[in-house]
C-alpha cells in the first residue's frame, strides 16, 4: 500500500501557500464580522492595541507605566 500523503506527485496538486491563505482569509472574514456584529458594543473585546489604549483611557487610565 503507498501512502498517498508521503508521495509529492500524487492525488490533486496543491494549492500555492498564498493563494490557499488568501482563500482562507476570504472565507474567513465574513463569517468573523457576522459573529462580531452579534456582540453588543459594550461587550466586545478590543482586538487592536489602538482600541485597547483607547478603552483604557475611557477608564481613566493613563497608559503610562
Not at 52 to 57: C, D, P, S, W
Given at each position: 500500500m503507498t501512502n498517498t500523503l508521503a508521495s509529492p506527485n500524487a492525488g490533486?496538486?496543491?494549492p500555492e501557500?498564498?493563494?490557499a491563505h488568501r482563500k482562507l482569509g476570504n472565507l474567513l472574514l465574513p463569517m468573523v464580522r457576522e459573529n462580531d456584529a452579534r456582540i453588543p458594543a459594550g461587550r466586545r473585546?478590543?482586538?487592536t492595541l489602538r482600541q485597547?489604549?483607547?478603552?483604557?483611557?475611557e477608564q481613566g487610565h493613563s497608559g503610562e507605566q
Open positions: 490533486a496538486r496543491r501557500p498564498d493563494n473585546a478590543p482586538r485597547m489604549r483607547t478603552r483604557l483611557q
